[in-house]
């Protein structure tokens, strides 16, 4: 099974910032790896698709990048609406895993 | 519009049985595979098990593998989860979600329930 450290577990920043997470494969899965966002109370929201693919109606200022073993979720100018909670989601085969979730909180 | 909804849910003792129905409607029900994903209340994510659109291939996370199946009847556009013998550690919140692409074996979730609730205690 494919395991998925991500990083950090939560961090803090402000409406404008540009924040970055981090999520490590313990194998390489090439560029199969998705991005969910998560508010409390709600399904989880496909953000990013295949590393670097934004899926449509997701705003610009979210980015994916990376490849291999090492991926990054960046969220430029941080809006008061991105305050969630973060999974990286390998999607090489089965089973399927989830990294441990990244809260952005104010 | 794409709508999953989830029932079936509740309170159930340690060692019985519940089967969860995923209601869809808004797409190709039967184009598309379908997974059941659990969430410990205030924890992460954890994949459950997967059923592709045409039935040929079912996975299950090893937590589960022998006690919970997954099915669907594409007549109804609806998935189920039969969860038997059930322990402490599975009460969470049950969600479906659906497949990003048609036809996929092994792709991301672009579409989930608002999911069901299951509890486990005497």
């Known amino acids: 099974d494919i395991q998925m450290t991500q990083s950090p577990s939560t961090l803090s920043a402000s409406v404008g910032d540009r924040v970055t997470i981090t999520c490590r494969a313990s194998?390489?899965?090439?560029?199969?790896l998705a991005w969910y966002q998560q508010k409390p109370g709600k399904a989880p929201n496909l953000l990013i698709y295949?590393?670097?693919s934004l899926k449509s109606g997701v705003p610009s200022r979210f980015s994916g990048s990376g490849s291999g073993t090492e991926f990054t979720l960046t969220i430029n100018s941080l809006q008061p609406d991105d305050f969630a909670t973060y999974y990286c989601?390998?999607?090489?085969?089965?089973?399927?895993?989830f990294g441990q979730g990244t809260k952005v909180e104010i | 519009q794409v709508q999953l909804v989830e029932s079936g849910g509740g309170v159930v003792q340690p060692g019985g049985s519940l089967i969860l129905s995923c209601a869809t409607s808004?797409?190709?029900?039967?184009?598309?595979?379908m997974h059941w994903v659990r969430q410990t209340p205030g924890k992460g994510l954890e994949w459950v098990a997967f059923?592709?659109?045409?039935?040929?291939?079912?996975y299950y996370a090893d937590s589960v593998k022998g006690r919970f199946t997954i099915s669907r009847d594409n007549s109804k556009k609806t998935l189920y989860l039969q969860m038997n013998s059930l322990r402490p550690e599975d009460t969470a919140l049950y969600y479906c979600?659906?497949?990003?692409?048609?036809?996929?074996?092994?792709?991301?979730?672009?579409?989930w329930g608002q999911g069901t609730l299951v509890t486990v205690s005497s």
């Open positions: 979600a659906k497949d990003l692409y048609t036809n996929a074996w092994a792709v991301p979730c672009d579409y």
């Open positions: 808004g797409f190709t029900f039967n184009s598309y595979g």
């Open positions: 059923l592709s659109y045409d039935e040929t291939n079912k």
């Open positions: 194998q390489s899965i090439s560029s199969w």
């Open positions: 295949k590393a670097s």
């Open positions: 989601q390998p999607y090489t085969g089965y089973p399927l895993t």
